[in-house]
Every structure is written in structure tokens, then in C-alpha cells.
């Protein structure tokens, strides 16, 4: 049960003039005064059709997606290291970007000195046959009824602990039944061999994902670093819950 990261909101710095962001919105009040702007997020493509966002200024850009899935094309599996994942994920944002960041950029990069406001920690648990995995999830249901009571949310095939919280969500899914929805699935630019093979590898497998959001990293600020989290750090957040 290889554990991976699946998801990172980040500010980190990144030299460059001038905004960075796929348009604004902005509110005009009944005088016609503007009361604020917000910029919107610029999406960009990456492996195989995957896209993150980013948005920015001031040598600051913000970023949220899911870094492997840019760089690989799936999220079925992946780098459990969040550090040396986002470098090379802002490597190549950088470079659609026409931006060459700085060696102090690069330096911060490495070291993973910059603020997370979230991440998503996953992992693929073997059931054996497709079969079994119903058997599971409405296992893990009865489990989270009884322990979370009215944290546990049932529905649609996915067991969710906690929805709507801002400081961690966990929940529970068919992977190889997710693939094959639209809107989920394998990106049609995969060669064939790797498109049979992902799909045979999550056939049978429930996702365990935790989210961990804003709320948490306020109140326990040395995990909004990004440097702190390691793969011994990412698996335990999913070992504790």
C-alpha cells in the first residue's frame, strides 16, 4: 500500500513582473465605484491533458492541483517526497509560464521553504477482485456510522469522514469504478499498453485520500511549511486516522 501525494495548494516565490492569471472578476458597486478585484486562475496543461492552477504577483505565484497527475498524466499512483515533487512540478509551470526563476527561487524550491494551504495525501488498498471492493467500502460505512456518527457522509459509492471540514477529510472510493466515469477518466492520449495496464491496476482497489486543508495548518503552523512533510510524514497522516 504505496502511499502518494495527490494534491498541493502552495505560495511559493518566483521571480517575474508584472500579474500572472487567467483573467479577473471584478465588483462594481451602484455608484459604478469598483469594490475589489480578484484575479482568476490561470490553468495550465501539462502530461497527457492534466492541468494545475496558478495565479500571482509580486515574485509570489500561487499554486493548487494535483502535481503528479501534471507531470504524469494519472494520479493512480506516484511520489509520496512532496519537496523534490513540486520542484519539478514548478520546473516545468515555470517553463510554460516563459519564466526562469532565480537561483534563489531554485534554492527555496529545493529546501521547501514556502507555505502549504493544503495537501492530499493518498493510497490504493489491494481488495483482491472488483467484487470486493462494495464489500469493503460498505464495511468502512458501518465503521464510520458508529465511530463518526454524524461526521460520516454514504453516498454515491464513496465514504467520506468529516466532509465539509476544513481541517481534514478523509474518504473511501472504488478507483477502478471512478476511471471509468466521465469527466475521471484515463486521458485518450495515453499510449494503449499504459491505458490497459492503469486500468487493470485499479480494477479492485479502494482509495484512502485525507485532505488536509487550511484550518489545520493554522492551527499547527510548523506543517504549513513545506518542508517539513516527508514520505514517512505523509504516510503516518494517513496511518492515524
Same mark, same amino acid.
Given at each position: ?6 494534491w498541493v495548494s502552495?505560495?511559493v516565490p518566483l ?24 484575479? &482568476? ?11 494545475? *492552477?496558478?495565479?500571482?504577483? $509580486? ?6 492541483? $494535483?502535481?503528479? &497527475?501534471?507531470?504524469?498524466? +494519472? $494520479? %493512480?499512483?506516484?511520489?509520496?517526497? %512532496? ?11 515555470a517553463d510554460k ?11 527555496? #524550491? ?18 483482491? *477482485? ?44 472504488? &478507483? ?7 469527466? +475521471?477518466?484515463?486521458?485518450?492520449? %495515453?499510449?494503449?499498453? #499504459? +491505458? ?14 485525507? &485532505?488536509?486543508?487550511?484550518?489545520? @495548518? +493554522? ?8 518542508? @517539513? #512533510?516527508?514520505?514517512? %510524514? ?8
Amino acid at each position: 500500500m504505496t502511499t502518494m501525494i495527490d494534491w498541493v495548494s502552495a505560495r511559493v516565490p518566483l521571480a517575474f513582473d508584472g500579474l500572472i492569471n487567467g483573467g479577473c472578476m471584478v465588483s462594481i458597486d451602484a455608484l459604478g465605484e469598483v469594490e475589489y478585484r480578484t484575479d &482568476k486562475r490561470l490553468m495550465l496543461e501539462g502530461s497527457h491533458e492534466s492541468r494545475i *492552477s496558478v495565479r500571482g504577483g $509580486n515574485g509570489v505565484l500561487e499554486i493548487s492541483g $494535483n502535481p503528479a &497527475k501534471f507531470l504524469q498524466g +494519472h $494520479n %493512480l499512483f506516484g511520489p509520496a517526497a %512532496l519537496v523534490p515533487l513540486m520542484e519539478r512540478c514548478l520546473r516545468v509551470v515555470a517553463d510554460k509560464l516563459g519564466l526562469v526563476p532565480t537561483v534563489a527561487d531554485l534554492r527555496v #524550491w529545493r529546501d521547501g521553504r514556502y507555505d502549504l494551504s493544503r495537501v492530499d495525501i493518498a493510497r490504493m488498498i489491494d481488495c483482491d *477482485s472488483p467484487g470486493r471492493v462494495r464489500k469493503v467500502l460498505d464495511a468502512l460505512g458501518l465503521v464510520a456510522r458508529k465511530k463518526y456518527q454524524a461526521r460520516s457522509v454514504i453516498g454515491s459509492g464513496t465514504v467520506y469522514i468529516g466532509k465539509g471540514s476544513r481541517r481534514q477529510v478523509l474518504k473511501f472510493y472504488d &478507483k477502478g469504478y471512478e476511471i471509468q466515469q466521465k469527466g +475521471h477518466e484515463l486521458s485518450a492520449t %495515453l499510449a494503449p499498453i #499504459w +491505458h490497459q495496464r492503469l486500468t487493470e491496476f485499479a480494477a479492485g482497489k479502494v482509495r484512502a485520500e485525507v &485532505k488536509v486543508g487550511s484550518k489545520f @495548518f +493554522h492551527e499547527n503552523p510548523g506543517y504549513r511549511i513545506a518542508g @517539513f #512533510w516527508n514520505e514517512d %510524514l505523509a504516510a503516518s497522516v494517513l496511518d492515524i486516522q
